[in-house]
């Protein structure tokens, strides 16, 4: 299945690439080289069941304005993460992403989906730990496979682009316990990789399956933005 990608390289405008010029006031000629060579995304999965508002990401487009909501292990409210996306549909918000890891992430995600219309982006990372602490009791018990299952999830539910916690190796998780970092490890995402590489002695699943993870991608069409899973979360030094 063609994506934004691969049609743009053949020169092909689809209709999300003629939303995106539409919406920024450039010609089609001046967007699909862009596209073709990776300096211009529109993240835009090929199975999302409703029309959406796709938008372009990248250089010499607009800046665009993201919301997070989502649900916690401390509290699950559907019904008032999708007051929080149609606030941000009303203030007009380019994308949302849903950070959900409490309660039943997959039908939270769906339904966050069908209440905003628009790019929509997920955290893989947070449902397989949803699935380490409903299912395994302990987040640190994910295997693999749950790692890269959550991720495909994601992807055959129609979510437009994803954060993969693919920035943080075994190596690194091993250097921070010497170094004793500031702030640690404030990244959810990495810490929980960073736990199970310890406690397992495996390198990071998303580094490990990069290549399957790549087949899925296209295969939907989904954008993934690869996350350091090591945020500043000190301003140790700091005048």
Not at 72 to 95: M, P, R
């Amino acid at each position: 299945m063609a994506t934004q990608m691969t049609s743009a390289r053949r020169g092909v405008a689809t209709d999300e690439m003629k939303q995106v010029a539409k919406d920024e006031d450039v010609s089609l000629e001046w967007l699909i080289p862009k596209i073709a060579k990776g300096s211009i995304i529109i993240p835009s999965n090929n199975v999302r069941p409703q029309k959406i508002h796709n938008v372009g990401i990248g250089k010499g487009l607009k800046t665009k304005v993201n919301v997070n909501i989502g649900t916690s292990t401390l509290n699950v409210n559907i019904e008032e993460e999708v007051e929080k996306a149609k606030v941000a549909i009303k203030y007009h918000a380019d994308t949302i992403m849903d950070l959900s890891d409490g309660g039943d992430v997959k039908k939270i995600r769906q339904t966050l989906m069908d209440a905003a219309p628009i790019t929509f982006g997920t955290v893989p990372i947070y449902e397989a730990y949803n699935y380490g602490v409903e299912v395994h009791k302990n987040p640190l018990n994910l295997t693999e496979d749950d790692y890269i299952k959550a991720f495909e999830n994601n992807a055959k539910d129609g979510v437009d682009y994803t954060t993969v916690h693919c920035g943080i190796t075994k190596d690194i998780a091993k250097r921070i316990l010497k170094v004793q970092r500031y702030g640690g490890v404030v990244s959810k995402g990495g810490t929980i990789t960073a736990a199970w590489m310890l406690k397992h002695d495996k390198e990071n699943p998303y580094i490990t399956h990069y290549d399957y993870m790549m087949e899925i991608a296209k295969k939907y069409d989904v954008t993934f933005s690869l996350g350091d899973a090591l945020s500043p979360g000190s301003v140790f030094g700091t005048p």
